[in-house]
């Protein structure tokens, strides 16, 4: 049987007028085995980065993604299962603050499967200098996160006890 690693796949799109970058998947599996994945510290260490949120996994939360073993600070902002995950992140080795930028997952049912969507604002609000390269990055960067994500899902490797596969 072939797996679907995702049944439609866009790259991320960068606005730079709008200090934005969006990409939607609709990744070939139930909007909760998605979630599981998203939202799940253990899951998203195995498909994304490391994380740390010490006080645990709730909006209102600080903690840490770690990039080549550095940390950069995270605030959950939202946590609404199995619909919508919104995250606030520093620079690496940095810290939150006006500069920071936005992230927004959005979660919804789309042919027995599920539509996710990224969407990362904020980036008006850094220094010209360092927004361009922000954006490149990050917008080659959800692009290989989100593949992983999905690669991840559809390949049956959740990790958290009970949704094994």
Excluded: C
């Excluded at 049944?7 to 979630?35: F, H, L, M």
């Excluded at 998203?38 to 709730?58: C, H, K, M, S, Y």
């Excluded at 080795?93 to 990224?118: K, P, Y």
Aim: glycine share 8%; hydrophobic share 40%; charged share 25%.
């Amino acid at each position: 049987m072939t797996e679907h690693i995702a049944t439609s796949n866009t790259a991320a799109v960068a606005d730079t007028d709008a200090g934005t970058i969006t990409r939607t998947i609709t990744i070939d599996a139930p909007r909760e085995k998605v979630w599981e994945a998203l939202a799940t510290p253990e899951n998203i260490e195995a498909w994304w980065d490391p994380v740390q949120f010490p006080d645990g996994w709730r909006a209102g939360s600080l903690g840490s993604f770690f990039w080549e073993g550095k940390p950069y600070p995270v605030r959950l902002d939202v946590v609404r299962p199995p619909e919508e995950l919104a995250f606030t992140w520093g620079d690496l080795e940095g810290e939150i603050d006006a500069t920071s930028t936005t992230v927004q997952f959005t979660l919804a049912e789309h042919d027995g499967g599920t539509r996710l969507r990224v969407h990362e604002s904020g980036f008006l609000n850094k220094p010209a200098a360092q927004r361009r390269a922000a954006m490149e990055e990050n917008t080659s960067g959800w692009n290989a996160v989100l593949d992983s994500l999905a690669e991840f899902v559809t390949t049956n490797s959740l990790l958290r006890e009970g949704t094994q596969r």
